[in-house]
């Protein structure tokens, strides 16, 4: 693979006086890859991005995006980014394909190419019906496309997208969500941040969780439930008169870690594989235990999120 | 990036004459207008007094144009002190820089559509002005020449509006800033254009340099020459000139702060400041009456020169009071603020007398001003003896504080310290140097028709020495 890394990120730190913004964060992502990044409030992730989009230069540490040094080269970096910040203003005076055009030219799209990019970009970000519209008549969600669009008009190769679903109705939420599904396709490298995590779990090929400026974990999804939620949790349901006996059979069995009563079921965390939990019901049964219900609660990102951050989040 | 396709330019145009309120604004100018022309037909009968039709005409002329000026320049800073603070305080700032748009593209492009707009309402009002046509009197091409003025000294208000905008934090401090500057300019650059605003009234040639930057010598400026190296000039042009280099200064400004401060932005800055204010001086070292020269220099290129050094917010490190020279030649400490003013207040004088002596032989000036060497003598003496005491006072006031403190501090004592230490001491020296002794150690080096006394130097020097060595024994 001759192509260089789209995002390649080096021990990045940024300190402002006292505070450590980021702290030694590294970070690599290939083409089509979208990256998912995962924090409360405060922990870094504006920072990492601003860095990657040339507005704030790290302490120490190298960033690359396309291969090209973000704090040597900043403006043929700016070139191949579409960045959308956190918090935004649009110029509320212009109509959506004149706020667009001034866009492309300032990236210095050729004039004749403009018209035909815009209606594509517009096409994309299901604003076609507004191209006429004056901007300060737009919806929030409507805002935030149009910012998205701007975004692309000169087809950068890495979109930044500083929490583009804040502030957003459910349904305007979704329809960013396939909007950046389709991007995907398209072969680009987005990096979207979010404080909350079911927006990103689902098309996000890999996710951060950020926390303190420091990145606590980072994979693709399934990987880090499986590495980082450590026990599974396993419900079982037995009537009251066999708990006793179900916790003394739990407990000395390979992979149970801990076993808790919650009203009628018992919580068993597990870090077993598929075949030890085979054995761990058998022995269940084997010792005359009757259960009532067997199951794994469906552990998610929310999950892993909270374990990791439990006691750090202020 | 050619100005034509300057995306901004194109934005601002775009969205500035959409909607009523640049069309109110034009209704507004042009109101004010024809009430004070109908006004002063009305009240003072202009037209039935016994002057010849002619020269009611250019004095008619001379108040329309007024007027226009008044109205300029009391909009342009208004117009220009918001447009980048705007873009800050609506967060598009950072995605217009993301887009590879430079800072001075950004400038640029806003600066011009102030330019287009004004000359928008300057057309849109040419009715007005079109009555002195009826009159006769003028001539087309001196209205087109005055207001070829009036938009570079439009220009100017407006560079020094963008300026402020980029430097403030509110819109409300830009425009106030915008509009205290523009108003010290105006005044300022009104004093070399009394002799022109004479000519309106029929008065003589006089000798006058950079007289239109003014616009209010605009109306007589088309009749004005000015004597450089013993040539004429054309005052329209030497003043044209003066005011594009200002526009400059400020357009640069403004695209520095716009880009965050840096260093490399601010070394052009301070080259481009150094170098037009070597070239002024010069210029006005040409001039065959010095004294005249020596005005514009210190009321107008030097403070200028200082405001585009000082206002570039790059500080150097806080050095020791070992390095208080290099910080010093670096001029951009404000703690040295005082001192570095005098030491360019003293180079654009050496330079201009240095140039005046190198053509006085060459040239026959027409006025005939004596020629003094001994006043480049005093002239370098006082600069020097200013400088030994501004430094140990420098050193002095560093000592006890620093940062901020220290800028006040500086600007306080190191005004007031020579004035006071000479002021006491004059207490104890023959009447006849103690008038005003404080007040003559602080402008020697500027004016040398003061004759300055050789016990007033050696005042001021032993008291910056003294001040210099208690600072290091106080370490």
New interface residues.
Partial sequence: MNEPLRIDLRNITKRYDKLTAVDNLSLALGPGEIFGFIGPNGAGKTTTIKIL???LEPTSGTAFVDGINVVENP?AV??R?G?M?D?????D??KVW?YLD??A????VPKGDRPGLIDLVLDLTNLSNKKDAYVEGLSRGMKQRLCLA?TMV?NPKVLLLDEPASGLDPRARIEIRDLLKELRNLGKTIIVSSHILPELADFCTSVGIIEKGKLLVSGPIDSLIGDNIGARVLEIKVPAEDKAMASKVLTPLKGVRNVAERGEVLDVQFDGGIDAQNDLLLALITAKVRIVSFGEVQTDLEAVFMNLTRGLVA | MTIPMNPILEKEIRTRLRGARAFQLLFAYVLVQVLIMGGLIVMRGLTSSDMPLGQVGQLFWAITFWMQLGLVTLITPGLTSGLLVAEREQQTLDTILLTGLKPADIVVGKLCSIAMFIVWLLAGSLPVTAIVFMTGGVAPAEILLAYVLLMFAAMVYGSIGIACSAVAKSQGKATLLAYVGAIIVFIATSIPAVPAIGMVYGGDSQVAYFSAINPLGAPGAAKFTEQYFGISFPAWLISSVVNACITTLFTLLASHHLSGCQQRSAVLLRRVAFGMFVLLSALLGGAAKLSIGFIQLFVFIVPITLVATFGTGVRSAVAPQGSLWKRLLSGNDVVSGRLFAVVIYSIGAVLMYGVHIAFREAISYSDGHPFEPRALQQLLISGFVNAVALTGVAALTMRFVSGRWATLGFTIIGWATPMFILGVLSAFLPSDTSTALGFIAQTTVFDYSIEPRTSHWIVTAVAGVACGIVAKWKR
């Fill in positions: 989009a040339t507005l403006d700016r070139a980014i960045y910040p918090t935004f203003g649009v110029y005076e212009f004149e001034f866009f030219a300032a990236y210095k701007r000169h």
